[in-house]
């Protein structure tokens, strides 16, 4: 049986911490937590646990993931977010699975249903909901790429899906949304060359709503889909009038 380390990313997330952590103590032979300056009750709640995290300031998600995994202990690592939740047939998978890890070139993805303000979503901008992101990986072969939002593991060779149910409970409040809506986009525009136009943040902006909200069917979400499609729109419009003001407001 394979060892596994598993890597999980915390800052203020006493919200969830706690079913966060409590089924990953039973797959995990190494539980490695890199927090980036919680305030709340995350560092007392990890303590009950036993657990000492490690702190990294904040860059990107995909430099903390593989901070983590350059500490980790064993090759094969699992990968999750505070605000991710894996139930019993994932927790079961998983243990079955440290048996028959064997190919480091194959990696495994997680399958993560989307929760937006309390209620499972059809989707959330950038994706549709369930999704299947890579987790689980060889660190000899993989590592997560650089990008400055919607990072990913990159290096492997081929995927299995993971059976089970993960919780993404993310956007807990309004509030949460257009936090994360302005750190986002201003990270993007940061790292990212996006292009600098009016035109296309209106055109874009609108486009985005009609498709998120109808060919996407958030629309089956009642007012959680309105507010969904309204994200998605207003992603598209301040990513790039960002770029615009940036532009032309070079210091």
Known sequence: MKKLSVCVLTFNSERLLEACIEPLTRIADELIV??????????AILEK????????PYSTHGSQMNFAIDHASHDWVLCMDSDEVIDEATVNAILKLKQELDDPT??????????????????I?????????????????????????????AG????????????????????EIFKKLNDYTTRLVKFKKVSPSLARAFASSIASFWKWYVVKQAWKDGRVGLVTATYASWYAYLKYMKAWFQARHKP
Not at 49 to 56: A, D, E, H
Not at 106 to 123: K, N, P, S
Not at 159 to 165: D, K, L, S, V, W
Request: aromatic letters at 16%.
């Open 125 to 153: 901008y950038p994706v549709s909901s369930p999704d299947y992101p890579v987790r689980l990986f060889n660190r000899s072969i993989a590592r997560f790429n650089d990008a400055p939002v919607d990072d990913r593991p």
């Open 156 to 175: 492997f060779a081929d995927t299995r899906i993971i059976a089970g149910f993960v919780r993404h409970d993310t956007f807990y409040t309004i509030h």
């Open 49 to 56: 646990f036993g657990l000492t995290p490690l702190y990294r």
């Open 34 to 43: 890199v927090d980036s300056g919680s305030s709340d009750g995350t560092l």
């Open 106 to 123: 194959l990696a495994y993805r997680i399958t993560r249903h989307w929760f937006v303000l309390g209620q499972e979503v059809h989707a």
